[in-house]
């Protein structure tokens, strides 16, 4: 089991910047892949951004080319940095763990809220 926290989220204008930080309570060597989710008011949770354990990396069309996603296994952090953000991108981001595709964790969400 892992536990997943993450912070960084907040108020900011758009076409501002923010980098969102997942720290697990376990090495996340193992953790095959670790992903940022996101949920919009009314709207179902969308994946936003993954990267597995040998870092290859899959970002939603919406989010291609404005965001990064890292994965730090030394200190088992994996975080998404976010630019040029958007009214749209306006959500609760969630980190999540898969080990397997039947075992994954999700932490407690953060907000990040884009309006002028």
């Known amino acids: 089991q892992v536990q997943l926290v993450e912070s960084g989220g907040g108020l900011v204008q758009p076409g501002g910047s923010l980098r969102l930080s997942c720290a697990a309570s376990?090495?996340?060597?193992?953790?095959?892949?670790m992903s940022w989710y996101r949920q919009a008011p009314g709207k179902q949770r969308e994946l936003v951004a993954a990267i597995s354990s040998g870092g290859r990396t899959n970002y939603a069309d919406s989010v291609k080319g404005r965001f990064t996603i890292s994965r730090d296994n030394a200190a088992n952090t994996v975080s998404l940095q976010m630019n040029s953000l958007k009214p749209e991108d306006t959500a609760v981001y969630y980190c999540?763990?898969?080990?397997?595709?039947?075992?994954?964790?999700w932490g407690q969400g953060t907000q990040v809220t884009v309006s002028s």
């Open positions: 999540n763990a898969e080990y397997t595709s039947a075992l994954k964790y």
């Open positions: 376990r090495s996340i060597v193992s953790i095959y892949i």
